[in-house]
């Protein structure tokens, strides 16, 4: 059997070099080769790893074969581009966070994969904090009771420099959407992980101080009902300077509070809130100071992606599973653009009203 799966990275980008740092990380996995469209920027990532094969079309790099899977971490508009050649090769893949800036072809990216049989994957690598685990597993456990509430929060701070970096940053066309489909889809996912499926949601959005550089959401308010019966709130910024990071809390029908912060953003979060006993936060303190940054979270879900592929069985996130949180934040923005609330997973017919508006720019 083999014990190790061999990984091309398209895009060598920040993320990119984030991804070929996990993979090396990782004993399940090899980096074996970097594509990206500046043909200088591949050969430097590709070198600093100690990785022969470099270039800039993928589709090319995987027909000389030796490559069993590609993690994507593209902009976010060739995401579905690029699985199409994964599928064509009959080549395993994981992509970055969201899968598309459009609910419609990232649905068309689940079928695709599914239809040639490719083990397809997600990236959601705050899933795998300590904390979040802890979190999860409480609430399948029934130790709260039932999710009665929750509070998803993204407190985050993007300056005129972020979006100087690329002329697709703070656009309609190029990201799909702002403060919630670039940042707070974590928090997003992880909300609808611990509560369930979401059936309504009810938003407003704004771009209240970002509008001199940018066109896509820089504020967002919204309320969410789940199948079960519990209600959240999702609020996103990223106007703030110092900014907060990432914050969720779920309350139970027992009275029971579990909530984790990401603060700063960018390093593990730490359980900020458990009234149930044994209380985990007087580790989380003690530890406080060397708790891990990134990439050992996408280290820790892209060794579960390799070895669910040499295993065989689905991985933690599957691009199926990516869609849930899609469909809430193109919920948001579909129920501000109606002006009322909008039932939840989206209609073909809601999915082509909400793409002729916020994927424009």
Known sequence: MQNKLRFALAGAGGIGACHAQAIVDIPSASLVAVCDIDPQRAAELARAHGVDRHGTDLAALLADGGID??????????????????????????????????????????ETAAAVGITFGAIFQRRFFPAAQRMKRAVEEGRIGRVTSAECIAHLGRDKAYFDRADWRGTWWGEGGGALMNQAIHMVDMLQWVCGDAVEIY????????????TVEDTVVATCEFASGALATIQALTTLNPPDGFRLAVHGSNGATLGLREAPELTEAVTD????????????????????????????????????????????????????ALHIIKGIYLSNHRRRPVRLPLSADDIAEVETFDTVG
């Open 203 to 214: 938003g407003r959005w704004g771009t209240l101080v970002h509008g001199a550089y940018a």
């Open 69 to 110: 899977a590609v993690t994507i971490c593209t902009d976010h508009g060739s995401h579905g581009r690029l699985l199409d050649v994964c599928a064509a090769a009959g080549v395993h893949c994981i992509v970055e966070k969201p899968l598309s800036i459009r609910l419609s072809e990232a649905t068309r990216m689940v």
């Open 273 to 324: 809130l458990w009234t149930l006993q044994p209380d985990p936060r007087e580790d989380w303190e003690r530890a406080r100071e060397q708790r891990p940054g990134f990439p050992r979270f996408h280290a820790l879900q892209l060794d579960d992606f390799a070895r669910a592929v040499l295993e065989g069985r689905p991985p933690a996130v599957t691009g199926a599973d990516s869609l849930k």
